[in-house]
């Protein structure tokens, strides 16, 4: 499989950021996982097409400069909504764009109201601490071997130097797009 330059997935300041904060540091010769400082590693990104984007991208820079955080289970992604829907005080925050007819008709058609959240920014602090931040109610997913090297796998195909492979994973899954974001 072909390997991207580092610089490909992120930034020298975002790779210093994380290198520092987790105070593993990296590489073969420089990575000790004993000196990990937290025990979950929480991807926290917007709900959207963006977020998914910059998910992929640290999965990708995780499982080829860190993969041991992977192999031992400190990666998690955490799963912010896409939609609160709510009528008075019923409120019922939708994670998949499937799941928001059924709950509209849970809350009752009439008077109901849906805000869509672009990001979390837009989620009001009380909000992102209920759904994404408190430990007692968030989702949070572990990050698997298998999901970072499909994740590296896209990664390389889309943004690596070979045309053909790009050309052919765009022609198999065009019919999968739901969300496009030009």
Request: hydrophobic share 40%; net charge negative.
């Amino acid at each position: 499989m072909e390997k991207a330059r580092l610089d490909k997935i992120l930034s020298n300041d975002e790779i210093r950021t994380i290198v520092t904060a987790l105070g593993t540091g990296i590489g073969k010769d420089n990575f000790d996982i004993s000196r990990l400082r937290y025990y979950k590693i929480i991807i926290m990104t917007d709900a959207d097409v963006d977020g998914a984007h910059i998910r992929t991208l640290l999965l990708t820079f995780f499982f080829r400069y860190m993969k041991e955080l992977i192999e031992q289970g400190h990666i998690y992604i955490a799963q912010p909504p896409l939609y609160r829907v709510f009528k008075g005080k019923q409120e019922i925050f939708v994670y998949e764009d499937d799941e928001l007819q059924t709950s509209i008709e849970r809350i009752g058609k009439n008077n109901v109201n849906i805000q869509r959240y672009k990001g979390l920014g837009e989620m009001n602090p009380d909000q992102l601490w209920k759904t994404t931040m408190d430990s007692e109610t968030r989702t949070l997913l572990q990050v698997t071997i298998e999901e970072a090297a499909a994740a590296d796998l896209i990664f390389s195909t889309l943004m690596g130097d070979k045309v053909e492979p790009r050309r052919k994973f765009i022609e198999e899954n065009a019919k999968y797009v739901r969300n496009l974001d030009i």
